[in-house]
């Protein structure tokens, strides 16, 4: 009788290990990273370039690619945005050059979650990596299987506590899919684990720093732009005009309150 089993214990040891593409082209650094993400338990290939990034990162098996923005043949951008354009919703960390400020808006507008100023530290490094694998499967566990099956096509059917509905849009959090200005599109990673937190708490001030701690569980992110990026594209997602938004208002030094 189940009543009788023992306390089902589920630890981290016991899921799959978390698949890892490294795409670095300059070699100690490469090595380096491969090294200590395989201490870290995680199943880790490398590419050097580009296409070879592109080519391994087809099949769609990883959980996180770690991608360096300066490389041969395909830069980071364009291999970021080709994998977003073909349906690859890997976790994405980019590691940009400090002497290029506009790469991080770049890299974040092409399709990175996350990005990191090399020379980077590592201790960082391998935290965000986590954060980013735990964002990744926090947001997995809410939509299993039956989003695979369905793809977002089942509407009316959803559960209530799947679907987000407000004025004539919706936010379905298991197929990430929402019903915007532009149509019914995927959301990004970010923009659902946003949504995610103002769902929880409609009418209320959401403080800025509590986003950059629950979506990218870093409470002491050194750029509160990543989360202003995101605001910017939910507005354009889901407001006619972004500057008296109906739904995503900002609250003056503090955060944002979404209405519904
Ligand atoms: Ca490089």
Redesign the pocket.
């Known amino acids: 009788m189940s009543a009788a089993e023992p306390t089902a214990k589920v630890t981290a040891a016991e899921e799959p290990a978390s698949r890892v593409l490294v795409v670095?082209?300059?070699e100690a650094?490469a090595q380096g990273l491969v090294y200590n993400l395989r201490r870290k338990g995680y199943r880790v290939d490398l590419a050097r370039d580009g296409e070879a990034a592109l080519e391994l990162a087809g099949g769609g098996s990883y959980d996180l690619i770690l991608l360096?923005?300066?490389?041969?043949k395909a830069d980071g951008f364009e291999v970021c945005q080709r994998l977003r354009r073909d349906g690859n919703f890997a976790a994405v960390l980019m590691?940009t050059a400090r002497d290029q400020p506009d790469d991080i808006v770049y890299g974040l507008k092409s399709g990175a979650d996350d990005y990191m100023v090399k020379p980077f530290d590592l201790a960082e490094l391998l935290a965000r990596v986590e954060g980013l694998l735990r964002r990744a499967r926090w947001l997995a566990n809410g939509s299993s299987a039956e989003a695979e099956n369905g793809a977002g096509a089942d509407d009316g059917g959803d559960p209530e506590s799947s679907r987000l509905t407000f004025g004539e849009f919706w936010v379905d959090f298991r197929t990430w899919r929402a019903a915007t200005l532009d149509g019914v599109r995927e959301l990004s990673r970010k923009e659902i684990a946003v949504m995610q937190v103002f769902a929880e708490k409609p009418n209320e001030v959401v403080p800025r720093r509590e986003l950059l701690d629950r979506v990218w569980e870093l409470p002491n992110h050194p750029n509160t732009r990543v989360v202003d990026n995101v605001i910017v594209a939910l507005r354009k997602a889901f407001e006619e005009n972004s500057w008296r938004p109906r739904h995503i208002h900002s609250v003056r030094g503090v955060g944002y309150r979404f209405v519904p």
């Open positions: 670095e082209d300059e650094i360096d923005v300066r490389l041969p590691l």
